[in-house]
């Protein structure tokens, strides 16, 4: 499968057509066109047995795939994802209608963003990412004329999902755009734009406000039509994965921009009830709602009732949201127990392991992002002997989680000069990421009576 996906992708400018392997439909790939307005190829899914009786909306969801060093690797992982994850094709499957993926490289190294259309991207005058709002509607536009030679006849205007960054570029594509947008279901970005120009005295720069909408686009915002899209907005009550810390997300004028707002003494959790109470206010067509023990991750079932509701447009209308009180959080992560090499009780999985591993039992499967953020201290004597363990691995053996460190030749052997010694093992957040002016909670919190040794 693999060998073919790689060969897929270097046909794509003289293939349209795909096939689709996990999902029940097929994909449709055209490749970037200048003259009309788009520097990027995409892709279009077409549910089976879609219904081309009437006219659908296209779903617009912008292509995730984080940051990577080729057009060719993400042109193949935006199509693995169509192709292999439910959580995005199962959206268009429910509601029976084509959806619009780009293959828009966001580049390693830089803050410059196109997935989530940061203020980076918003100014870029690079052509490959000028207006990478205006060149989704092209493509939109195209995309209309290509399934039009299909016999799929579509409406003018979109719907749009979003998860995270994808979820920001679709909340910033629908306050430009608002008359292109028949409804959007936004998660996981705890900063949604407020449609003022200024609050408190503070000028609300995009992509927090509308304060110089204008004077980038040479349009201003159009609040009234805004006012009239339904949008759902939501977010985890444990969502800590937070772009505010990122220098890659975020400029620091918008940072400082966002605490002004905020408050410099909040949590992404908390910034996102204040956001939250102002959209109540001054939104009325949009559903706001914090998932109790979510984190970040989307809960499809409610994308699908709120845009099935609203695939006409019209007016908002409230949906009951799922209920998630009763599901285990994901954070904190509680670690009981530390194990040295062989000593973890490893019952299905111990061919993945070094005989040097350090292992820690923990509570609950972190998110992905916590992995990501967080950095162990092995401690000996109260001191720090080695610095900046990236938790390597997490792993679920027999219904147990673990969490999985590998250590070098040099810190083995340090830790072995140390005879008859004990270590304990201190988690804390990447120090590029720890800011004074921002509260962010300990997610992993180990007993500093917990210790492992080394033979």
């Given at each position: 499968m693999k060998k073919f996906l790689v060969f897929v992708i270097f046909i794509l400018s003289v293939s349209p057509l795909l096939f689709a392997k996990g999902a029940k439909g097929e994909i449709l790939t055209f490749p970037k066109n200048s003259k009309a307005g788009f520097e990027w190829g995409y892709a279009i899914y077409l549910p089976k047995d879609l219904d081309t009786?009437?006219?659908?909306?296209?779903?617009?969801?912008?292509?995730?795939?984080?940051?990577?060093?080729?057009?060719?690797?993400?042109?193949?992982?935006?199509?693995d994802e169509i192709e292999n994850n439910r959580v995005v094709f199962e959206i268009p499957d429910a509601l029976n209608v084509p959806m619009l993926m780009p293959f828009v490289l966001r580049k390693?190294?830089?803050?410059?963003?196109?997935?989530?259309?940061?203020?980076?991207?918003?100014?870029?005058?690079?052509?490959?990412?000028?207006?990478?709002?205006?060149?989704?509607?092209?493509?939109?536009?195209?995309?209309?004329?290509?399934?039009?030679?299909?016999?799929?006849?579509?409406?003018?205007?979109?719907?749009?999902?979003?998860?995270?960054?994808?979820?920001?570029?679709?909340?910033?594509?629908?306050?430009?755009?608002?008359?292109?947008?028949?409804?959007?279901?936004?998660?996981?970005?705890?900063?949604?734009?407020?449609?003022?120009?200024?609050?408190?005295?503070?000028?609300?720069?995009?992509?927090?406000?509308?304060?110089?909408?204008?004077?980038?686009?040479?349009?201003?915002?159009?609040?009234?039509?805004w006012l009239k899209v339904p949008i759902l907005n939501t977010n985890g009550a444990v969502d800590y994965n937070d772009p505010l810390p990122y220098d890659d997300l975020m400029l620091p004028e918008e940072k400082k921009l966002i605490l002004d707002v905020y408050g410099y003494d909040t949590t992404a959790v908390e910034r996102w009830e204040i956001a939250r109470n102002i959209l109540k206010e001054i939104a009325p067509n949009v559903q706001t709602h914090t998932y109790p023990n979510i984190e970040h991750r989307d809960v499809r079932e409610d994308i699908i009732t709120f845009l099935k509701i609203h695939k006409n447009g019209g007016p908002l209308?409230?949906?009951?949201?799922?209920?998630?009180?009763?599901?285990?959080?994901?954070?904190?992560?509680?670690?009981?127990?530390?194990?040295y090499g062989q000593e973890a009780p490893i019952k299905n999985d111990r061919e993945y392991l070094e005989d040097n591993d350090l292992i820690l039992k923990a509570s609950v499967r972190p998110p992905f992002w916590v992995k990501k953020t967080y950095l162990l201290d092995i401690i000996y004597k109260k001191e720090a002997i080695i610095k900046d363990k990236e938790i390597f691995g997490v792993f679920n053996d027999s219904g147990q989680i673990y969490l999985q460190v590998n250590f070098s030749k040099e810190e083995v052997k340090l830790l072995k000069s140390k005879k008859n010694a004990r270590f304990n093992v201190k988690a804390r957040l990447d120090p590029e990421l720890t800011d004074p002016r921002w509260k962010v909670p300990q997610l992993i919190i180990i007993p500093e009576n917990l210790t492992f040794s080394v033979k």
């Open positions: 009786s009437k006219k659908l909306p296209i779903l617009f969801t912008m292509n995730n795939s984080g940051a990577v060093n080729t057009i060719e690797e993400m042109e193949k992982r935006t199509i390693k190294g830089g803050n410059l963003d196109p997935h989530n259309f940061n203020r980076v991207a918003f100014l870029s005058q690079d052509p490959k990412y000028k207006r990478m709002d205006l060149q989704v509607l092209a493509m939109i536009k195209d995309a209309r004329k290509q399934l039009k030679k299909r016999g799929i006849k579509t409406h003018k205007k979109i719907l749009i999902a979003g998860y995270s960054a994808a979820g920001s570029f679709g909340e910033h594509l629908t306050f430009l755009h608002p008359d292109k947008v028949l409804a959007a279901v936004i998660g996981g970005t705890h900063y949604p734009p407020f449609p003022l120009e200024e609050k408190d005295g503070i000028a609300l720069l995009f992509p927090v406000g509308a304060y110089d909408v204008k004077q980038v686009t040479g349009k201003p915002f159009n609040k009234k039509k209308k409230p949906i009951k949201l799922t209920d998630t009180s009763d599901r285990t959080p994901p954070v904190p992560i509680y670690i009981s127990a530390l194990y």
